[in-house]
């Protein structure tokens, strides 16, 4: 079964770090883009950032630049999202995706909020 | 900045067709921006339902088809039933940036 599965969410004060993971299975890893939407409450989907099949290309939303970094690790098919200097309007259900122009498997996500 | 437009709602009765729409307040939606329709349901997380315009994710029943539509996307729910009623999100990927934008969603009432 095609799954992918995130986790690492939490609370965390404002200026503050997390780092998000996504395990996958099922399918090849390697041969998927990978990307990070994020839902905050009552709000709906933004992308935030993708990841080429080799990790060489990376794109971000505007408001997370600079900030986030997303990676993967083929060896271990998994994703990652590094968040720093986290601010409120960055509260959000942040959902990994396997993506293949759009064709997108979703995990259930993860919650992270930003509050002191 | 582009910003994808989808109607705030809709209704339709059950078994009833209802078509909505996703365009661009700039500009039109082309096939190479590979438009895509996601269904979430409150709690859970999105379903992919069409991706590449007109081609139906996984699993995903015949009644719900992808289009074009004049200069938008469009998607097409035919005999709609209860269960269908959710949050419809379209999606696109804009390949000069490797973004993928959302649009707002259309609310989805079915009664």
């Known amino acids: 079964e095609v799954q992918v599965v995130e986790s690492g969410g939490g609370l965390v004060q404002p200026g503050g770090s997390l780092r998000l993971s996504c395990a996958a299975s099922g399918f090849m890893f390697n041969n998927y883009w990978m990307t990070w939407v994020r839902q905050a409450p009552g709000k709906g989907l933004e992308w935030v950032a993708n990841?080429?099949?080799?990790?060489?290309?990376?794109y971000y939303v505007d408001s997370v630049k600079g900030r986030f970094t997303i990676s993967r690790d083929n060896a271990k098919n998994s994703l990652y999202l590094e968040m720093n200097s986290l601010r409120a309007e960055d509260t959000a259900v942040y959902f990994c995706?396997?993506?293949?122009?759009?064709?997108?498997?979703w995990g259930q996500g993860t919650t992270v909020t930003v509050s002191s | 900045q582009t910003v994808v437009t989808q109607e705030p709602s809709f209704s339709v009765s059950p078994g009833g067709t209802v078509t909505l729409t996703c365009g661009l307040t700039s500009g039109s939606v082309y096939t190479t921006y590979y438009p895509a329709w996601y269904q979430q349901t409150p709690g859970q997380a999105p379903r992919t339902l069409i991706y590449?315009?007109?081609i139906r994710s996984s699993g995903v029943p015949d009644r719900f088809s992808g289009s074009m539509l004049g200069s938008k996307a469009a998607l097409t729910i035919t005999g709609a039933q209860a269960d269908d009623e959710s949050d419809y999100y379209c999606?696109?990927?804009?390949?000069?940036?490797?973004?993928?934008?959302f649009g707002g969603g259309t609310k989805l009432t079915v009664l």
């Open positions: 590449n315009t007109n």
């Open positions: 990841i080429k099949k080799d990790g060489s290309e990376k």
């Open positions: 999606g696109m990927l804009f390949m000069d940036d490797g973004k993928w934008v």
């Open positions: 995706a396997r993506s293949h122009y759009g064709d997108n498997v």
